[in-house]
């Protein structure tokens, strides 16, 4: 396996990060059968899909990097290290090491370079960085900040990231770091409020009142924004904050799909362990709610789909990670002439 380590100032002595924010929050307790916008049950997927176990053990978060579906990243048990897994030599790198926090990768042109953020703890002191990349080269630091930090909007060469000091953002093209950049995008700070930040100005949303606020993502080609409220379910809402649609029980949502679709989880644990889970895919436009893992009988957690939707990424809460091809169920062949 190979290891690359990152060369920058000041990132030495580094412990591992325990914190819980961005993707690996914990799921909300739920009893009763959730109900999912205007439907009280998902559907089905009739036709048992192909099914790989690529992984067998001790890795998380699967992530699509490139749009041929054949690299995942990858990472150990509360997002330690950075890893790749190519699906055609069965074999997998490392990029970062399990000394590191990664969180929030995103892949940008196809895969081709990428930005993260790595949490890191100095002199008892907990620092951040936002990470960039280009093809295979070493990662590199563009921001080093003592305190928290995390990636919340990303459109076209504007990577957006949110510290201590507000919004600023990383434009990739000119390699330059702006404050006050333009933009327009919802997002949660560190309090787990919901935020409109729109050109410079800053306001809080909370299209609920008070309460917490997690998995905000805006679409980079709509005005639309996926939430979570805790204790009441996922909505679709306006950059205003106008609830357009509720998907219910549907937790770690994020779009795919090129916007048309919101992919999730539905997660239920016992205070200490998941006990059950499976794959949602809500469409927008029918407004339907597949279940793509229902026959599964897998724990399946933390989804992520490939650009054309035909292959559909998983871990189980044991670090088994599940490789799903849904060619069958969602593109038909075309018909031969006779």
């Not at 990664?102 to 008892?124: E, S, Y």
């Not at 076209?156 to 333009?182: N, Q, T």
């Not at 995008?185 to 100005?201: P, Q, T, V, W």
């Not at 994020?254 to 205070?271: H, N, S």
Request: proline share 5%; aromatic share 10%; glycine share 8%.
């Amino acid at each position: 396996m190979k290891w690359y380590f990152i060369i920058m100032p000041l990132l030495v002595a580094c412990a591992l990060d325990n914190s819980t924010e961005d993707g690996n929050k914990t799921v909300e307790k739920a009893t009763a059968p959730p109900t999912h916008g205007t439907q009280a049950v998902a559907n089905v997927i009739g036709q048992i899909p192909s099914v790989n176990k690529v992984l067998d053990g001790g890795f998380f978060y699967p992530q699509w990097i490139d749009s041929s579906s054949r690299y995942l990243w990858l990472h150990r048990e509360k997002h330690r290290g950075l890893y790749r897994y190519d699906r055609t030599t069965d074999k997998i790198d490392s990029v970062l090491p399990s000394s590191y926090v990664v969180k929030r990768v995103v892949p940008l042109d196809g895969g081709k370079h990428w930005v993260a953020v790595m949490h890191m703890f100095l002199k008892r002191r907990r620092h951040s960085a936002l990470l960039y990349a280009k093809n295979n080269d070493q990662p590199r630091t563009v921001v080093q900040t003592a305190g928290p930090l995390k990636i919340v909007y990303q459109h076209g060469p504007w990577v957006y990231f949110l510290a201590l000091e507000g919004i600023s953002a990383y434009h990739i093209g000119r390699d330059e770091v702006v404050k006050i950049p333009p933009g327009r995008f919802a997002y949660e700070d560190f309090d787990l409020k919901m935020r409109l930040y729109s050109n410079g100005r800053d306001s809080v949303l909370n299209p609920f009142g008070e309460g917490n606020y997690i998995w905000v993502q805006t679409h980079p080609d709509s005005a639309l924004t996926l939430l979570h409220k805790v204790g009441r379910g996922t909505f679709i809402s306006t950059l205003e904050g106008d609830i357009v649609d509720s998907l219910g029980h549907v937790l770690a949502p994020q779009w795919t799909l090129q916007g048309r679709a919101v992919l999730g989880m539905d997660a239920y644990d016992d205070g200490h362990r998941f006990t059950k889970s499976d794959v949602l895919l809500y469409h927008l436009r029918s407004r339907k709610l597949d279940n793509l893992t229902a026959q599964l009988h897998l724990i399946a957690l933390y989804p992520s789909m490939s650009n054309d939707g035909k292959m559909l990424a998983f871990s189980t809460p044991d670090g088994e990670v599940y490789v799903v091809d849904l060619s069958a169920q969602f593109h038909t062949p075309k018909k031969k002439n006779k």
